[in-house]
């Protein structure tokens, strides 16, 4: 008997979750359903949040709030890959938010977004009141929690915000953080190439990225402010991958989808390799084997295995033996 990866190769762990690479914001209806569309036709390689946040006029929080339930529940959300951003803490309306989201479509969500928490503490109250409606409601499925690290006091906290049971994502954001700077940071770090060279700018996201993979949480990188340049939106994608170890990256408009998640695949023949190593490891019982002359054992099939669904995630073609061994439904 073949025994699947994700069964021998984390006993006892908790496995990296295996998200897609782009997290697409959308805070009006329209654009949720542009966005639903778009990702009706790519498959879901990438993930979409309706903003409760940001995307709600002052007054018509809870109007906002029901029109994502219905989104979330429509006929459109075909994969299950959409989560909502709520309000932040000091916000009077985001335990309602909480309410209204979790109690209509807690079922569907893929994950809630928490902005602006300014500690640990902040974060904990928030999870603690998130898993009080969904045990009123009966729910036997915690939703995944998606953090943003954008105060001084986040990042101060960030790798105890990311331990946190229930995180699945420390997601950086820039705007607020350089805002809450007070002008010692020029706003030319919230744009390329300063949002990568600026040192306070190039540590938070350094020690955001540090603590999240620690924490077995996927690190998601901030926007681009370029809208129409596809090299350069790709270029600072794979810098956030390539140097500050990101996996995942926000887009704010439908043409920053397919760069993103280009600069965010693997490298085909390391994949090919991944293939090749995982069939020969099962094969084997998941015990040692050699491969292109070197040693492999359970610690290199971990790497491999995340690297396969990272390809996989991305929506590259992988080997068919690799597909009828560990993705078949």
């Not at 959308?26 to 949040?49: N, S, W, Y």
């Not at 309306?93 to 902040?122: C, M, Q, Y």
Request: hydrophobic share 45%; glycine share 8%; with cysteine.
């Amino acid at each position: 008997m073949h025994l699947h990866p994700a069964d021998v190769l984390f006993a006892g762990e908790k496995p990296f979750p295996a998200l897609p690479a782009v997290d697409h914001y959308a805070g009006a209806e329209k654009l949720m359903l542009k966005a639903l569309k778009l990702q009706q036709e790519l498959g879901p390689v990438f993930d979409i949040t309706c903003d409760c946040e940001d995307g709600a006029r002052a007054g018509a929080e809870a109007e906002h709030a029901r029109m994502v339930v219905d989104i979330v529940n429509g006929p459109e959300n075909h994969f299950g890959r959409v989560g909502a951003r709520i309000h932040d803490i000091t916000h009077p309306h985001w335990k309602e938010d909480l309410n209204i989201l979790v109690r209509g479509a807690g079922r569907r969500l893929a994950f809630i977004t928490l902005p602006k928490v300014r500690s640990a503490a902040d974060a904990a109250a928030q999870i603690r009141e998130l898993r009080r409606i969904e045990a009123a409601c009966g729910g036997e499925h915690a939703l995944p929690v998606h953090i943003l690290i954008e105060t001084h006091g986040a990042l101060r906290e960030a790798w105890d915000i990311a331990a946190l049971d229930g995180v699945e994502s420390l997601d950086f954001g820039l705007m607020d953080f350089v805002s809450g700077h007070h002008g010692a940071i020029p706003g030319s770090a919230m744009k390329s190439p300063g949002q990568f060279d600026h040192p306070l700018v190039a540590r938070a996201k350094t020690e955001i990225s540090a603590a999240a993979l620690a924490n077995g949480v996927v690190p998601s990188h901030n926007v681009t402010t370029e809208l129409q340049d596809v090299a350069v939106i790709r270029h600072d994608a794979d810098r956030a991958r390539r140097e500050f170890g990101y996996l995942r990256m926000w887009s704010i408009h439908p043409n920053q989808i397919l760069p993103i998640i280009a600069a965010m695949q693997p490298d085909f023949s390391e994949v090919e390799e991944a293939a090749q190593i995982l069939s020969a490891a099962q094969d084997a019982g998941w015990g040692p084997i050699q491969h292109g002359g070197r040693l492999h054992d359970r610690a290199s099939y971990r790497y491999y295995w995340e690297l396969l669904q990272r390809a996989r995630n991305t929506g590259m073609q992988l080997p068919e033996e690799a597909r009828d061994r560990f993705f078949q439904p």
